[in-house]
């Protein structure tokens, strides 16, 4: 074993060489919002700590102070990672009827928002709620929603007035009975989607069928 090995090991062991990781930006970034995200899933916002953060990142607070000033900062950028990613996936296909996606569409909020439900609860109920970043988030989201299923059902004018009305209201609709699911565990998640098929086919009218859409599992 050469002398300089041994001087590199003696280093290791007092300390003394920085083994931190290097990763670019980009990737810095996204493993911040990671250990975010599992923090905020698993303990209440009050109890996260952006020291903690840093700890489990293997840097220090400065570092992660740089891409997020503040706690609040770190949430709203894990609420809209996970908002695009659910965007991402709740898309309209032109070769699938329209009532099949809406059933799918329900399904894949349902599966956000038990994946999310810690955050999700924070950002509407919690500490969060009402804040203008999260809300905008929120109504962001809701609005990109809407917009493709009213281009999904090729309504125009009048029609397509009525249904945009319609479906902002829904959207807020499904929103607050998932969060109250979440929270209350009080109904089932057949339950919670039957009543959300309900209220959107009674809030339409005839301006979408719904009644081919497939029973709930």
Request: hydrophobic share 45%.
């Given at each position: 074993?050469?002398l300089?090995?041994?001087l590199?090991?003696?280093?290791?062991?007092?300390?003394?060489?920085?083994?931190?990781r290097?990763?670019?930006?980009?990737?810095?970034?996204?493993?911040?919002?990671?250990?975010?995200?599992?923090?905020?899933?698993?303990?209440p916002?009050?109890?996260?700590?952006?020291?903690d953060?840093?700890?489990?990142?293997?840097?220090?607070?400065?570092?992660?102070?740089?891409?997020?000033?503040t706690?609040?900062?770190?949430?709203?950028s894990?609420?809209?990672r996970?908002?695009?990613?659910l965007?991402?996936?709740?898309?309209?296909?032109?070769?699938?009827?329209?009532?099949d996606?809406?059933?799918?569409?329900?399904?894949?909020?349902?599966?956000?928002?038990?994946?999310n439900?810690?955050?999700?609860?924070?950002?509407?109920?919690g500490?969060?709620?009402?804040?203008?970043?999260?809300?905008?988030i929120?109504?962001?989201?809701?609005?990109?929603?809407?917009?493709?299923?009213?281009?999904?059902?090729?309504?125009?004018?009048?029609?397509?007035a009525?249904?945009s009305?319609?479906l902002?209201?829904?959207?807020?609709?499904?929103?607050?009975?998932?969060?109250?699911?979440?929270?209350?565990n009080?109904?089932?998640?057949?339950?919670?989607?039957?009543?959300?098929?309900?209220?959107l086919?009674?809030?339409?009218?005839?301006?979408?069928?719904?009644?081919?859409?497939p029973p709930a599992?």
């Amino acid at each position: 074993m050469t002398l300089e090995v041994l001087l590199y090991i003696c280093q290791l062991v007092s300390g003394d060489v920085n083994t931190r990781r290097r990763l670019t930006p980009e990737a810095r970034r996204d493993q911040l919002l990671d250990i975010g995200a599992e923090a905020f899933a698993t303990h209440p916002y009050e109890e996260v700590a952006m020291a903690d953060i840093a700890a489990r990142a293997g840097v220090s607070r400065g570092l992660v102070y740089r891409y997020f000033p503040t706690k609040r900062d770190l949430f709203a950028s894990i609420y809209q990672r996970a908002s695009d990613r659910l965007l991402a996936i709740a898309t309209i296909r032109p070769d699938v009827p329209l009532a099949d996606q809406v059933v799918a569409g329900l399904d894949a909020h349902f599966d956000f928002f038990v994946a999310n439900a810690r955050t999700v609860i924070e950002a509407n109920r919690g500490a969060l709620a009402g804040d203008p970043v999260i809300q905008n988030i929120i109504d962001t989201e809701l609005v990109a929603l809407r917009q493709r299923l009213l281009d999904a059902a090729s309504l125009r004018g009048r029609d397509r007035a009525v249904a945009s009305t319609a479906l902002h209201g829904w959207l807020a609709f499904v929103r607050v009975v998932c969060v109250d699911w979440l929270a209350e565990n009080k109904l089932s998640r057949r339950q919670v989607r039957d009543m959300c098929l309900r209220t959107l086919v009674s809030a339409l009218g005839t301006n979408i069928d719904l009644s081919g859409s497939p029973p709930a599992p």
